[in-house]
C-alpha cells in the first residue's frame, strides 16, 4: 500500500512504525473474513481492511471524527486477521497507535468519557474490584437476571503450596483475577508443585496494564507495567525459569513489554527479558511429564474456548486440546473456534450489544456438542461466557486437579 504520511507523524518512532505495517498490507481483504464485527455488521468500514484505510487517512493529514472513533471503538482487537494475513500485517499495533491519535483529537460524549474514567479507577486495582465483587455477591438475590448473571461465584482458592527450593516460576496474580477467580493461580500452584516446580506471586505486582493501555491511558498502562517489572526484577535476577501468566489477555501484553517499553531507557532492557520469560501455563505443561498428574479427565467431555489472545494474539493454537486428551478428557468439536466470544477486555462494557451478539453466537457453537463442562484460558473470556450459559464454565487449569481432589 502506497502512503503519504505527514512529516510530523514520520518524525515520530509511532508514526514511523504505523507507515512500515500500512506499506506492508496489500488490501487483498482476506482479513475481512475472520473479523467478528464484519461478520456481524457486513460494514467495511468495521472490518479491519477499512480500519486500516481510516488510520491511513488520518496519518496523511484527514480530520478524524466521532464517526472514525466509533469504526475503532468497535473492533475487539481480536487478530483474527492478523491470523489470516498473508503479508503479516501488524494490525492490532497499528489500532493501538491509530486510537491513541484518535484519541487525542476526537473528544467523546460525556457518557463515553465517564464509563471510561470509572474503569480506569477500578479494574486495574484489585482492592476495589473485590470490594464490588463481594458487595455484588451480597446483593446478588436482588439483582436482575441480566445483571445477577454476571456476578462470579465464590470458590475457595484452597491452599498454595508451600515452595520446596525446587525450580521456580512466578506467576502473575493479575486485577480482576485476582479476587473473582483466585483459584486459577492457586491451581496452578498445586499442579506444578506436583511437577516439581515451586510457584510464587510477588505481592508488589498487580495489574498487567493492559486495561489502561488499551483505554488510552497510555502512561498509566505503561506506570503498571514498569512497576510490575520493578517487583519482579529480584526475583529474576536470582534466576527464577519463567514468568507465569495463567490469564491469556494478560500474557499477550506481558509478552510485549520489550516491545511498548523500547523506547524507556530505563526500562527497555528489563522490560525485554520481562517479555522473554513470559510463559502461558500450556507452554511450560507441555514440555513437562504429565504422569504425575494421572487421568483426572475419566472421559468427561469439555468445550474448550480458545480466547483470541492465546490463539492469535500469542499464536498458540490446538495445544490446549491435545494435551486435554491426553488427560483423559474428550474434547469436543467447536464450530467457527476462531471467533472471538466477545469479551474482548473491557469491550463487553463499552460496546455492550455487540459483545452480546458475539457470545451467544460463541454459546451456541461451545454447547453444540453437548459438553459437560466448558473450559477457556483468559478470566475476561470465562466470566463473560459464564453468565450466558448454565454449562459450567472454568479455567482449564481446574480441571488438572480433579483426580487430586478424588483423592482428599
Not at 505527514?6 to 482479513?31: K, M, N, Q, S, Y
Not at 446478588?140 to 462470579?152: A, W
Not at 522473554?276 to 487421568?295: H, K, N, Q, W
Not at 466470544?341 to 451467544?360: E, F, I, K, M, V
Request: include cysteine; hydrophobic fraction near 40%.
Amino acid at each position: 500500500m502506497q502512503t503519504e504520511i505527514l512529516p510530523e507523524f514520520l518524525e515520530t518512532r509511532e508514526g514511523r512504525e504505523a507507515d512500515a505495517i500500512l506499506r506492508a498490507c496489500v488490501h487483498c481483504g482476506f482479513c475481512t473474513a475472520t473479523c467478528p464485527t464484519y461478520q456481524l455488521l457486513g460494514d467495511e468500514l468495521d472490518g479491519p481492511r477499512g480500519r486500516i484505510y481510516q488510520i491511513k487517512s488520518v496519518l496523511e493529514g484527514e480530520r478524524p471524527t466521532r464517526v472514525t472513533q466509533r469504526h475503532l471503538d468497535r473492533c475487539l482487537t481480536c487478530r483474527a486477521c492478523e491470523t489470516t494475513c498473508p503479508s503479516g500485517v501488524r494490525y492490532a499495533r497499528l489500532a493501538d497507535i491509530g486510537r491513541h491519535l484518535i484519541e487525542e483529537r476526537v473528544e467523546r460524549p460525556l457518557s463515553e468519557r465517564l464509563l471510561r474514567s470509572g474503569l480506569l479507577r477500578i479494574l486495574p486495582y484489585p482492592s476495589r474490584i473485590g470490594f464490588l465483587v463481594r458487595l455484588a455477591r451480597l446483593f446478588k438475590p436482588l439483582l436482575p437476571d441480566g445483571l445477577g448473571s454476571k456476578v462470579p461465584s465464590n470458590r475457595p482458592a484452597g491452599a498454595w503450596p508451600e515452595p520446596t527450593g525446587a525450580r521456580r516460576m512466578l506467576a502473575l496474580a493479575g486485577c480482576v483475577q485476582s479476587v473473582a477467580t483466585p483459584l486459577t493461580n492457586a491451581a496452578a500452584a498445586r499442579i506444578l508443585a506436583r511437577l516439581g516446580i515451586d510457584l510464587l506471586e510477588v505481592p508488589a505486582a498487580g495489574c498487567c496494564g493492559a486495561a489502561a493501555y488499551h483505554l488510552g491511558a497510555r502512561e498509566q498502562g505503561l506506570n503498571a507495567m514498569r512497576r510490575n517489572i520493578d517487583a519482579w526484577w529480584p526475583e529474576i535476577e536470582s534466576g527464577c525459569e519463567a514468568i507465569l501468566v495463567t490469564a491469556s489477555g494478560c500474557g499477550v501484553m506481558v509478552k510485549e513489554y520489550g516491545e511498548v517499553l523500547a523506547e524507556d531507557p530505563d526500562y527497555a532492557a528489563k522490560a525485554a527479558r520481562v517479555a522473554a520469560l513470559a510463559r502461558d501455563p500450556v507452554e511450560i505443561l507441555t514440555t513437562e511429564d504429565l504422569s504425575r498428574l494421572g487421568t483426572p479427565g475419566r472421559g468427561r467431555k469439555v468445550a474448550f474456548h480458545a480466547p483470541c489472545t492465546l490463539q492469535h494474539g500469542q499464536q498458540l493454537k490446538q495445544l490446549v486440546e491435545p494435551l486435554l486428551a491426553r488427560l483423559g478428557f474428550r474434547p469436543t468439536q467447536v464450530p467457527d473456534a476462531h471467533l472471538c466470544c466477545g469479551s474482548a477486555g473491557t469491550y463487553s462494557l463499552t460496546q455492550p450489544a455487540l459483545s452480546l451478539q458475539l457470545r451467544d453466537q460463541k454459546v451456541a457453537a461451545l454447547e453444540s456438542g453437548a459438553p459437560e463442562l466448558i473450559a477457556t484460558a483468559n478470566i475476561g473470556c470465562q466470566l463473560h461466557l459464564a453468565a450466558g450459559t448454565p454449562t459450567p464454565v472454568v479455567h482449564w487449569l481446574e480441571l488438572l486437579e480433579a483426580e487430586e481432589e478424588d483423592n482428599r
